[in-house]
């Protein structure tokens, strides 16, 4: 029988957010999200790039970017590991489009 998602509280960009995951993957998803935390206030602090969204996108393609390399690097890269990076970026979708459907004061660029 599979186990019921549980909902977990994370807070990126002092915003927060309650994503469903399975509960083995609780404590990847918090790192995931305080991983993704500390490279969208990376960006934020150069003072470049304005906006959560296009924050967040450039955050995205940095991480994929890296992720890449890796997988060029290393042609035998983990399928698992693959799988749950790709969960993890559609979580984060999901989040911001949740954000941009309820939030209609955010910042718009």
């Not at 957010?17 to 790192?31: D, F, H, T, V």
């Not at 969960?87 to 718009?108: H, K």
Request: net charge negative.
């Amino acid at each position: 029988m599979t186990e019921q998602p549980i909902g977990v509280d994370i807070k990126i960009l002092d915003k927060d957010y309650r994503i469903a995951c399975p509960a083995e993957e609780q404590n990847e998803l918090l790192a995931s999200a305080r991983f993704l935390d500390s490279r969208m206030r990376e960006i934020r602090q150069t003072g470049r790039v304005i906006g959560t969204d296009r924050i967040a996108v450039l955050a995205a393609l940095n991480i994929v970017h890296e992720l890449l390399q890796v997988q060029n690097g290393q042609p035998g890269l983990d399928r698992e590991l693959a799988r749950r990076l790709a969960r993890v970026e559609e979580r984060i979708g999901e989040a911001l489009s949740a954000e941009a459907g309820l939030d209609s004061s955010s910042e718009r660029v």
